[in-house]
């Protein structure tokens, strides 16, 4: 069964980093454009970062707040997107999201996956 599983939360003190992986797990023949989104208590969930795979070209796109701080990678032959947080700020407490948009012509797992999240939390 084919699955989507993030992890590397956890709890830091501000400036402190963390290092989030996401990964599709099962065998696909599927190429996945895989994004970070965050959903902190009370508020909308929001984009954080996104990698677009143009062929040869890999695109990052990031969220303004984050943008200098974060760093996302995808290794494809692992099918794993790996999110690079530092100089965490208390504001980047949430829950974090990885989403996968999978295609390609063999592709057995087509279309939008969310993972279950995982926790940051950032203390002052």
């Known amino acids: 069964q084919v699955r989507l599983v993030e992890s590397g939360g956890g709890s830091v003190q501000a400036g402190g980093s963390l290092r989030l992986a996401c990964a599709v797990t099962g065998y696909t023949r599927c190429q996945h454009d895989m994004s970070w989104f965050r959903q902190a208590p009370g508020k909308e969930r929001e984009f954080v970062s996104s990698i677009e795979n143009d062929g040869p070209t890999i695109i990052a796109k990031y969220a303004d707040s984050v943008k200098g701080r974060f760093t996302l990678s995808q290794n494809n032959a692992k099918n794993t997107a790996y999110l690079e947080m530092n100089s965490l700020k208390p504001e980047d407490t949430a829950m974090y999201y990885c989403?996968?948009?999978?295609?390609?012509?063999?592709?057995?797992?087509?279309?939008?996956?969310w993972g279950q999240g995982t926790q940051v939390t950032v203390s002052s």
């Open positions: 989403k996968t948009f999978s295609s390609g012509p063999w592709c057995e797992w087509p279309g939008i996956h």
